[in-house]
């Protein structure tokens, strides 16, 4: 119990920073040495928010072979 309070409380306290936070299973497109960057929470700067949905997304884990 203790550790999904700290989790929640992390995620607020990254929120108010430079960093936004995407939560939702999500990849990087396959890169040419045939690997990947998958998760379930993304900090990501705020100054690239607005692109972060065309290089990481649900679609990207679909063509990587990813299940669910």
Same mark, same amino acid.
């Given at each position: 119990?203790?550790?999904?309070?700290?989790?929640?409380?992390?995620?607020?306290?990254?929120?108010?920073?430079?960093?936004?936070?995407?939560?939702?299973?999500?990849?990087?497109?396959?890169? %040419? +040495?045939?690997?990947? %960057?998958?998760?379930?929470?993304?900090?990501? +700067?705020?100054?690239?928010? %607005?692109?972060? +949905?065309?290089?990481?997304?649900?679609?990207?884990?679909?063509?990587?072979? %990813?299940?669910?």
């Amino acid at each position: 119990m203790k550790q999904i309070i700290y989790i929640t409380i992390f995620l607020f306290l990254a929120n108010c920073s430079t960093h936004s936070v995407k939560l939702g299973k999500r990849c990087t497109k396959i890169a %040419e +040495d045939n690997t990947y %960057e998958k998760s379930l929470i993304w900090l990501i +700067d705020k100054k690239s928010i %607005e692109t972060f +949905d065309q290089k990481i997304n649900k679609k990207n884990c679909e063509i990587n072979g %990813e299940n669910g």
